[in-house]
């Protein structure tokens, strides 16, 4: 059974995505810039995004096992959403390393609990039968990152930065406001919640999707991190930039739309191999080419491959792989593995890479990370029976 309905969840279940990833609109293409305003070098930048990235290996787990004992995903949203604009309102206020350190810890720490609770609320709420149904409502996402990346790109490129906190500060309070559009409810039981919740991560093609996201995460360090620089350096116009971004989100739209047709037609095994390759392709252009604007539109559709068809691939199999009690822990295991120890570790690397061998170590790094994580999805995943 269902807590509520696809069709009377739609549109709150869209709101809420489309404000949660406008806040990434506003901070995974500019906050490195931002930092760089505050004269942070390479390895502090790479230090502070990494804190940003760390904090999502412990707080979603938190929040999971909070939400699993109450059953109640939205109440634990809310309460992660609100905190996170509280903690924001130091990045208006300081400008020191330590202080910024702290202000991006706590600020992170409570901003990446919601989301995998909201991506267990979601499952939960469209069930086994509107499961496929996902990307339509994801993609809306999408549409708020980019609405964020494009306009705050023409406010940095007609103003400056430093009006970025305020920026993530408004947003932050909309999706908190947004998160009381949905009704919380009791998470039903069902299939699967028998099984431990160390047994299932011990299972081979579990274990493996976790370390191939976390790969896959790994690699995109130097991208989150310093593609916005890299381009500005190269002169690029802050508008072209902020519409490079954007043709990357389009793409990852144009995926999520045709979702549900996709994972009907392919083996998700397949795609995720896909996805794979394509995301090897797109590092090395972004490493040896990005002084031409062609590839770098080129590499842009690419980004529908590295993050929303993996992703997209990822998150169906980690739902069928944890049911029940398991379900929260189960998202916010895999965003812990992914984007938070993969991600901190990559955005650290990245600085420290970037500041010995530039671009092409960088995603040279990141170019090996992804062939390693092929070998591995290809040996050992498979969808559940």
Known sequence: MKNCSYQIAYKQLSFHYFLYF????????????????????????????????????????????????????????????????????????????????????????????????????????????????????????????????????????????????????????????????????????????????????????????????????????????????QLADLGYEKTTISLLWALGVLAEIAVFFWMSKIFRRYAVRLLILISIVLTIIRWALIGSLADSVFWMLFAQLLHAASFALFHAAAIYLIDSYFKGINHGKGQAIYAASSHGLGGALGMLLAGYSWTFGGAPLAYGLSVIMVIVAFFIALKWTKEPL
């Not at 929040?63 to 634990?76: E, F, H, N, T």
């Not at 609100?82 to 130091?90: Q, Y």
């Not at 559009?181 to 431990?196: M, T, Y």
């Open 22 to 229: 406008a806040v990434l609109g506003t901070t995974v293409p500019y906050m490195g810039y931002y930092l760089q305003s505050l004269n942070f070098n390479a390895i502090e930048i790479g230090q502070l995004l990494g804190i940003m990235m760390f904090t999502k290996v412990i707080a979603p787990n938190i929040w999971g096992w909070l939400a699993d004992r109450s059953g109640k995903s939205i109440y634990w949203v809310r309460l992660a959403t609100v905190l996170a604009a509280i903690a924001s309102i130091g990045l208006i206020i300081f400008e020191s390393y330590w202080a910024i350190f702290f202000t991006l810890m706590v600020f992170s720490f409570f901003w990446h609990s919601s989301l995998p609770q909201f991506e267990s609320y979601t499952f939960n709420c469209l069930g086994k039968e509107d499961k496929h149904r996902y990307g339509q409502i994801r993609l809306w996402g999408s549409i708020g990152f980019i609405v964020a990346v494009v306009s705050i790109g023409w406010q940095i490129e007609h103003f400056t930065v430093h009006w970025l906190p305020f920026d993530l500060l408004l947003i932050l309070l909309a999706v908190w406001g947004s998160s009381y559009l949905v009704k919380d409810g009791k998470r039903l039981p069902h299939e699967g919640e028998a099984h431990g919740f160390m047994q299932i991560i011990k299972r081979p093609e579990v274990l493996s999707l976790l370390v191939v996201s976390f790969l896959v995460q790994l690699s995109h360090g130097a991208y989150y991190a310093f593609y916005t620089i």
